[in-house]
């Protein structure tokens, strides 16, 4: 049972490249989110799916999309980065809504030069 | 807009000593508050709070809720370095909202 699994746990992207952020779980929650962590600033959310076939804009939702490819996986995809988007990623899951107890993955460390 | 403050920023103790952390809040149409510890990488979850008055407690942590006052207090006693984390407070609101406040760094020397 791993849990909430995230990959890359690392990656450098110039101005302008785009990547994925992939997130799976393996716990058969309803719900997964998309936050990322930056100094000082706590955690904010980006994206959230409340279930399989939906998702919703969270607090900081610009330069970011999602996709829920199914009920286990979460990607989080940066379509032309910028130096603003240097930030730890985290992936979260949940049985149904976020006022529940949320499952986080061990965090994606993005810079962005 | 909701908002979440979490007090000390930070703070430094000795093993043994006991902490109070707060968390107050400002949302509409409160539904849970929610602790976490962040140690190196990712939240673990501690506590979760709906009802006010009530104590949760697990081994040397403890929590309570007052939603008149609109706070919340995590308590650690005999504190020990394993404390040594960011305490992460969250408050849900109806419409799946969740805000979480920047969190308190604790350091606990030996």
């Known amino acids: 049972n791993a849990g909430v699994t995230q990959t890359p746990k690392f990656q450098v992207l110039k101005t302008g490249q785009s990547m994925t952020l992939q997130c799976a779980q393996d716990?058969?929650?309803?719900?997964m989110y998309w936050y990322r962590q930056d100094p000082g600033m706590g955690l904010r959310l980006i994206y959230y799916s409340a279930s399989e076939g939906t998702t919703d804009k969270g607090e900081v939702p610009n330069g970011y999309n999602v996709s829920r490819l199914n009920k286990r996986e979460f990607s989080l995809r940066l379509e032309s980065a910028a130096p603003s988007q240097t930030s730890v990623y985290f992936c979260?899951?949940?049985?149904?809504?976020?006022?529940?107890?949320?499952?986080f993955g061990p965090g994606t460390r993005l810079l962005v030069l | 807009e909701d908002k979440v403050v979490q007090s000390p920023l930070s703070l430094v103790v000795h093993e043994g000593d006991t902490v109070t952390l707060n968390c107050s809040y400002e949302?509409?149409?409160?539904?849970?508050l929610l602790w976490y510890k962040q140690e190196k990488k990712a939240p673990t979850f501690l506590f979760m709070l709906?009802?006010?008055?009530i104590e949760k407690k697990s081994g040397r942590l403890s929590s309570i809720l007052d939603k008149k006052e609109l706070f919340s207090i995590l308590n650690i006693t005999a504190t020990q370095t394993g404390d040594s984390a960011v305490y992460l407070c969250?408050?849900?609101?109806?419409?799946?909202?969740?805000?979480f406040g920047g969190g308190t760094r604790v350091l606990v020397k030996p």
């Open positions: 716990m058969n929650h309803n719900s």
């Open positions: 979260a899951s949940s049985r149904d809504g976020p006022q529940e107890t949320q499952y």
């Open positions: 709906t009802s006010s008055g």
């Open positions: 969250a408050v849900g609101a109806a419409g799946n909202k969740l805000t």
């Open positions: 949302v509409t149409n409160f539904r849970s």
